[in-house]
């Protein structure tokens, strides 16, 4: 099976959970007073929940595709059939990279986290002048935080949480 | 409308909204120009930037400058390198890229930039034309109407996504429509989907959705496949930007057809700058005749005036059904909803009698945007295409940060980056898939809207009754499901000639 319709699969589970959600759990919750409305909270998400996992067997039947003779034209010139083809492990790393820098962010300060993400993800793409790396992530810093903090008025914790604010 | 125009005038031409326009359009034209960033990215990046100045007209002027500026950027990068940054300048680079390896980049890219200056010039004059009567109309609709029309809205999205792909269209939209429906709804202010999350409590953040959706997908296939980013910075040589009379007479026609043209696909939801500038080449490329049309392809002045002038016209087309029914019809007027929605501001058709100078506003600072282009942005062309030649090793990393920080200004909360690089995963797995994200977008943008009109429909009526009640109603649900149907039918011909073959 292809990914789209896996894609698809996993669509339509996640609108059964989500059409059950709606269907059983949700009204019992409602006050009195609401449960004489003709529309519930529930409603709109039940109509979804439908309307999702029709979709979602269109595309998992294969109903809508199409013959060999049209293509449909694909909107990324990438071949996931061959990823490991490409460089799917810079790509794991740097959102490896992202998530710790959503961490760190609080705890280590912005200053720091930002400086040693910009450095890092440099450095997993290949870049080894070192020098050039950390000038060019100090400067890049400090001018987004300045920009942020000082012009747009948006408070970013420059320091570790044992520095202060 | 006279004295709307001089509303727009004195709000455009105030120090700080001049400066929005500059700043927009240049910013717009530079990050545009890197291949891979559209201009759904560039704005969902810079919106928290819009937000925080606090003024709705100073704040959607930025923005629309930076997508003019982010088409023009994507028109650059698509002639000097044939690495279109964005869809919707594809067709720009059939002809524009042949005549920059014919040392002709200069003049190209002056084509390019007087076709663009003029598609969104006139572009703007039938939106100053068409949008006040769009909105007298629209003035007399109910939430039944209302809720209908965005129905309408979101299966011509589906519809115009292509032969084949209006399964997978619906299926994004009806996953935005879900999301939306995460948090607590202002409508009955009970929390929902949240499963016991506070960060859940008020919803999915759309700048983060934004992010997620068209960022953070675009940074990872230029990791991926580093042929993508590998533009060696080799942007060829930029001297002469001029263009003859006989090439000036030969665009004339071509700007007034496409001009036109392009603003009316604009206008349709779904359809947009990718398909206006497709069909303007195609059109232009069939009305031309003999070794004219042998020179399509080749580098031909046509060509190039055809794609760039419809793409500019129908992406002023598209902000007519923003300002005047309140309901975008592309990826980028979702984005530019969220933001007004963000700013208090509701679009619609009260927009331009409760609030004219953001209406006028906007449409004037098209006009200077446009000229702000051609004059500015044009001779800095040559030193703006250096960022061209930043290496992939600094460029990504930073692309990367500034999704993160697009995400985190705007809520003030890391638990948004990592939703943020959740759902750049999924979306990132979806692109593989050939779904289309945009539609998930505009699902997320209008689900607010299309429950609350839905509900209230349901209140006044005491149940399903409004939509047999009132015949516009109907009329446009029969119409949505028309549209929707057709290309599957479409689609199952096709399969089954395919077949039978």
């Known amino acids: 099976m292809v990914l789209d319709r896996w894609i698809a699969l996993i669509f339509v589970t996640f609108c059964c959970i989500y059409g059950y959600a709606a269907f059983f759990t949700m009204d019992h919750l409602l006050p009195p007073f609401m449960q004489r409305n003709p529309v519930w909270p529930s409603t709109f998400p039940k109509i979804l929940a439908v309307f999702g996992i029709i979709a979602g067997l269109i595309v998992l039947l294969g109903i809508e595709t199409l013959g060999k003779s049209e293509k449909v034209p694909r909107t990324t010139d990438i071949d996931y059939r061959r990823l490991t083809d490409y460089k799917l492990g810079q790509a794991l790393v740097l959102l490896g990279l992202m998530v710790a820098y959503a961490l760190m962010l609080r705890p280590a300060g912005f ?22 790396m950390v000038v060019v992530a100090a400067l890049a810093t400090g001018f987004v935080w300045y920009l942020v903090q000082e012009v747009l008025g948006i408070f970013l914790r420059p320091f570790p949480f044992f520095m202060g604010t | 409308m006279i004295e709307g125009i001089l509303i727009g005038l004195s709000a455009a031409f105030s120090i700080q909204n001049l400066l929005m326009v ?73 002809d524009g890229y042949p005549m920059a390896q014919n040392g002709q980049a200069g003049k190209a890219l002056t084509i390019a930039a007087v076709a663009s200056f003029a598609g969104g010039t006139l572009g703007a004059i039938l939106l100053m034309i068409f949008a006040p009567v769009l909105s007298q109309v629209a003035l007399s609709f109910h939430s039944a109407e209302y809720f209908a029309l965005m129905v309408v809205g979101l299966s011509a999205i589906a519809a115009f996504t292509g032969t084949g792909q209006v399964a997978k269209a619906l299926m994004m939209t009806i996953l935005g429509l879900i999301l939306a429906t995460v948090g607590e709804g202002a409508l009955f202010n009970l929390p929902r ?215 985190y200004i705007g809520q003030n909360n890391a638990t948004e980056l990592l939703i943020l690089v959740g759902l750049g995963v999924m979306a990132t797995l979806l692109r593989f898939a050939d779904y289309p994200l945009a539609p998930l977008l505009i699902g997320f943008i209008l689900g607010t809207m299309l429950e609350d009109n839905f509900a209230r429909s349901m209140q006044l009526y005491r149940g399903l009754d409004f939509i047999f009640e009132r015949p516009m109603t109907l009329t446009l649900l029969v119409v949505a499901l028309l549209l929707v149907l057709l290309p599957s039918y479409r689609a199952h011909r096709v399969r089954k000639r395919a077949e039978n073959d």
């Open chain 1, 111 to 132: 200053l720091a986290a930002t400086a040693v993400f910009l450095v890092a993800s440099s450095f997993v793409l290949g870049e080894r002048k070192f020098l050039i």
């Open chain 2, 22 to 94: 500059i700043a927009g359009c240049l910013i717009g034209t530079f990050i545009g120009m890197l291949p891979g960033l559209g201009p759904m990215s560039i704005i969902a990046i810079m919106i928290p930037v819009a937000i925080t100045l606090g003024d709705p007209a100073a704040a959607l002027i930025l923005l629309a400058g930076v997508y003019y500026g982010a088409i023009f950027g994507g028109s650059t990068s698509s002639i000097l390198l044939n690495a279109p940054g964005v869809a919707g300048t594809v067709a720009t680079s059939f």
């Open chain 2, 193 to 407: 989907f949240t499963m016991g999350l506070m960060d859940l409590q008020s919803g999915i953040s759309f700048i983060t959705l934004a992010m997620a959706m068209f960022a953070l997908p675009e940074a990872m296939f230029l990791v991926i496949n580093p042929v993508r980013s590998a533009s060696g910075g080799r942007s060829g040589k930029i001297d002469n930007l001029r263009f003859s009379r006989e090439e000036g007479r030969a665009m004339v026609p071509v700007i007034g057809r496409q001009s036109v043209q392009g603003f009316f696909i604009g206008v349709l939801p779904g359809a947009g700058a990718t398909i206006a500038s497709f069909l303007g080449y195609a059109v232009e490329r069939n009305l031309a005749k003999g070794e004219e049309q042998a020179a399509f392809g080749k580098g031909a002045v046509k060509g190039l005036a055809a794609p760039e002038t419809a793409n500019n016209a129908a992406c002023v087309g598209s902000f007519v059904p923003l300002l005047t029914l309140g309901i975008p019809g592309s990826g980028t007027t979702a984005i530019l909803l969220g933001a007004l929605i963000a700013l208090n501001v509701t679009p619609g058709p009260r927009l331009m009698t409760d609030t004219p100078e953001i209406f006028w506003a906007v449409i004037i600072s098209m006009f200077i945007g446009n000229l702000v282009l051609l004059i500015l942005n044009l001779p800095l062309i040559p030193y703006i295409a250096k960022i061209l030649a930043i290496p992939r090793t600094y460029l990504i990393p930073f692309i990367l940060f500034f999704t993160l920080m697009g995400a």
